[in-house]
């Protein structure tokens, strides 16, 4: 996987991202919206709209605000204030960033975030978009426990094989849901099966996001064994590390445990990615 990557990275195409523009039409034309609808000025006479639409108003610009968060982060991107594609960080010291893909998940979720808590440890949840639309409740509950949520596009497509329209439409829809649903903005991309080229990773930069890959796969997806998924993971794990799990998986949950007190062997941390790049969850 991580082989076929570094070759569709050499493969390196020029673009021009599309997308700062777009969200600043999209930003400009919400503002409009709001701006001629007169959600901040008009007053409705009944206390019980006036709830609704104050409601609505706000709702409305904090959706302006997070893509004009996406705006500045795609521009510190470009300017190479942060990273485009995160493999993980060498500087990192007693901390491993845990990361499951494909959620949220209604059965495995839940079991995993109560592991978690139980290890006081912290992960990234990588989130296919519609799923959140439709187990949004489960994905607050990842955030209300002090975990990250990234994006993992909208249906888990394989962006390699779209055409820039399609990967920028993919990413858009997932970020959009995710800021629309649980009111925070994305920062973070895992591509479907680890599938990226220059082209992709330029248009999740310009939706103000990095493309983040693993540095230890716990090959879950395809395991029969819990100690396989366990062996796999901790066999190379090091500080500074990323760990590929699924929480869409039955033998991740049995794993868990194992794993997590293999970390606690090494005096390795488990953390969020943007913990281990040393900011805030969704910075
Ligand atoms: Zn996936």
């Not at 959600?39 to 609704?52: A, F």
């Not at 795609?74 to 960033?97: C, D, H, L, T, Y």
């Not at 990773?201 to 819990?226: K, R």
């Amino acid at each position: 996987m991580k082989q076929e990557a570094v070759v569709n990275n050499a493969a390196r195409t020029e673009i021009r991202p599309r997308a700062p523009r777009k969200i600043a039409g999209v930003a400009l034309a919400l503002g409009l919206i709001l701006g001629a609808s007169g959600w901040s000025s008009k007053r409705p006479e009944t206390s019980h709209v006036v709830v609704h639409n104050e409601a609505r108003t706000e709702f409305g610009e904090n959706l302006v605000s997070l893509r004009r968060s996406r705006l500045v982060r795609a521009r510190e991107i470009e300017k190479g204030q942060r990273e485009k594609v995160i493999e993980g960080s060498p500087a990192a010291k007693g901390v491993i960033a845990l990361t499951f893909d494909d959620g949220p998940n209604p059965e495995f979720t839940p079991k995993i975030l109560k592991i978690l808590t139980r290890y006081n440890a912290r992960a990234t949840f990588f989130m296919i978009g519609a799923r959140v639309e439709t187990d949004a409740d489960i994905a607050m509950e990842v955030l209300r426990q002090g975990h990250e949520i990234g994006s993992h596009t909208f249906s888990h497509a394989r962006l390699t094989k779209l055409s820039p329209t399609q990967m920028d439409q993919e990413i858009d829809r997932c970020s959009t849901v995710i800021e629309s649903r649980l009111g925070i903005s994305p920062t973070l991309l895992r591509p479907p099966g680890g599938q990226w080229n220059a082209t992709s990773s330029e248009i999740t930069a310009a939706h103000g996001m990095s493309t983040v890959l693993w540095t230890d796969n716990s090959g879950d997806f395809e395991s029969e064994s819990v100690s396989q998924i366990v062996h796999a993971t901790l066999s190379r794990a090091q500080a500074g590390g990323i760990i590929l799990l699924h929480d869409s998986v039955d033998l991740t949950v049995q794993a868990l445990p194992k794993i997590l007190e293999g970390l606690k062997k090494k005096k390795l941390r488990a953390v969020t990615i943007s913990e281990l790049l040393g900011r805030a969850n969704h910075q």
